[in-house]
C-alpha cells in the first residue's frame, strides 16, 4: 500500500455535477476544506450540511452557520428569497435534493483523491476499542485520522473522511443496524484493509438472526480495493467456518486465542489493569494496558495491520501499550479505593459477556454487577437476557443489581444461585442500592445499552 502525493483539494465546481446540486449564490471557485452538520458548531471557513431528519430540517438553520462564519451551506427542502440571495451573496448556497446523498457523494469523491491505507472495522462487538487499538498501532507509521466518537454510521463515516487533510492513514469504524447499511459505508471509504472482529446478537431483533448478521457485516468486503485484505477473528464460530469456505477467494489474515490463526497469543498472564502474552512463532512479548481477553484478541487483530503495513514490531508493540479507549467503553476508574468500570455506550450479549468475565477474572474483590436493559433485541431479548443471567453465575459475581424491564429476566435466571439480586425500574434506584451496599475494595460494574443513560449512575456513585 504505496503513498502517493496527490491535489486534495475540493472546489464547489468539482461538487456540483457529483451532487446534483444547484448553486444559488456564491463563486464556483470557492474551496471546501471542511463541513460541520451543526449550524451551532460552524467556525470560520466551514460548509454547512443542513440535514434533514425525522423531526427537523437542519436547512433551515443555514443562516446560524453563516453567522457562525461558514463560508457556505448545503441544503434541500428550503426556499431561498431574494432578499437571502443579496444578503449573502458572498457566500456558497447549494441547494440539492437530498443532503445526506450529497455528503456521501463529496466523501467518496474525497476518498478519491487519497491513495493511503484506510482500514476498515466492524463487527457486533468490539469495533470501538479494535479501532481505537489498530490506529494507535497505525500512527506510529503515519499520520492517522481515525474514526472518532460513535461516528460510525451514515453520517459518521463522510464526516470522518472530511477530517482527513495531509494525514496518510485512516482507520474508519462502520457500524449497522440493517442489512444495506454496511454496503453504502464500504463504497464511500473503499478501505483496503477490512476487518471483521465477530458475528454476536447486536440488532438480531432487527436481522432475525446471526447467519443474517453476518451477511450484514459481509457486505464490508464490497467496497474492499482490488487486492484488499481482510482480516478476521477466527475464534468466532461464524467467521471461523466462513475463513475455511472462503480462504481461496480473499487474501485473509486470521488472529485468534483458541482456533489456529495466522496471529496467535500464548502464556496469557491476565491481570487486573491488563495482560501480558507471547506473540505464537515468535519470542516477542506483548503487553495489552486493558484488562480481558477480549483486549488481548483487540491486540491481535492491530499487530495483523501494523505487520501488514510494515510497521516494525517495536513500534507495534509501543502502539499497543499507549492506546486510549474511547470513552463510556471499560474505563476502569478507582474511586475512594473502588473500583468502578463504566461501559456503557453499548450492549450486546457479547460484550455483556466479556465486562462480566474482566469482572470475575478480578481476584480479593467483591464483585457488584449493574446490568440494564439490552435494546434492539426484538423477539430474541428475553432469551438473551437469560444467558446473560447464566454468565452472572458463571462468572461467580457476588451482588447483581438490575436497570429496566428487560433486564429482569438477567436477575430472574441469575436467582437461581446468586444470594444477593437487587431488581430496580429505574436509574435513582440503583443508585440508592448501590450507595447503600457499596464498600472499600468493592469492584462495580456498569453495563448496559446506551439508551438506559447509566452515565448518570456513574456520575452519581462517584460523588
Known sequence: MGEQNLNHSIQ?????????????????????????????????????????????????????????????????????????????????????????????AIATYKRSLYEIPVIAITGSVGKTSTKDMVASVVKEK???????????????????????????????????NHLGELSVLTQIAKPNVAIITNVGTAHIGNLGSRENILKAKLEILEGLKPGGTVILNNDNDLLHKWYLENKEKFHIITYGI???????????????????????????????????????????????????????????????????????????????????????????YDSMKAGLEYLGNIKGKRKIAVLGDMLELGDYSEKLHQKVGEEVIKNRIDILITVGKEAKAIAEMAKKELKTVIICDT?????????????????????????????????????
Open 142 to 176: 503515519y499520520s492517522t485520522i481515525k474514526t472518532e466518537g460513535n461516528y460510525n454510521n451514515h453520517i459518521g463515516v463522510p464526516l470522518t473522511i472530511f477530517r482527513l487533510k495531509e494525514e496518510k492513514a485512516l482507520v474508519v469504524e462502520m457500524g449497522m
Open 258 to 348: 483458541e482456533n489456529e490463526s495466522d496471529y496467535m497469543a500464548e502464556d496469557i498472564i491476565a491481570k487486573e489493569d491488563g495482560s501480558n502474552y507471547v506473540l505464537k512463532g515468535t519470542k516477542e512479548k506483548v503487553e495489552v494496558p486493558v484488562g480481558g481477553n477480549h483486549f488481548v484478541q483487540n491486540s491481535l487483530c492491530a499487530i495483523a495491520v501494523g505487520k501488514l503495513l510494515q510497521i516494525p514490531f517495536e513500534k507495534i508493540r509501543e502502539g499497543i501499550s499507549t492506546f486510549e479507549l474511547t470513552k463510556k467503553r471499560m474505563d476502569v476508574r478507582e474511586h475512594n479505593n473502588i473500583t468502578i468500570i463504566h461501559d456503557y455506550y453499548n450492549a450486546n
Open 427 to 463: 436509574n435513582e434506584e440503583a443508585i440508592k442500592q448501590i450507595n447503600q451496599i457499596k464498600e472499600k475494595k468493592d469492584c462495580i460494574l456498569l453495563k448496559a445499552s446506551n439508551g438506559m443513560h447509566f452515565g448518570e449512575i456513574g456520575e452519581e456513585i462517584e460523588k
Open 12 to 104: 464547489v465546481k468539482d461538487i456540483l455535477p457529483i451532487i446534483k446540486g444547484r448553486l444559488i449564490t456564491g463563486n464556483e471557485n470557492q474551496t471546501c476544506e471542511n463541513f460541520s452538520k451543526d449550524s451551532r458548531e460552524c467556525k470560520e471557513g466551514d460548509i454547512y450540511l443542513g440535514i434533514k431528519g425525522e423531526t427537523t430540517n437542519g436547512s433551515i438553520y443555514f443562516e446560524n452557520a453563516f453567522q457562525n462564519e461558514a463560508i457556505g451551506a448545503i441544503v434541500q427542502d428550503i426556499e431561498i428569497s431574494e432578499e437571502q440571495k443579496t444578503k449573502y451573496q458572498d457566500k456558497c448556497i447549494i441547494l440539492v435534493e437530498d443532503t445526506i446523498k450529497a455528503m456521501q
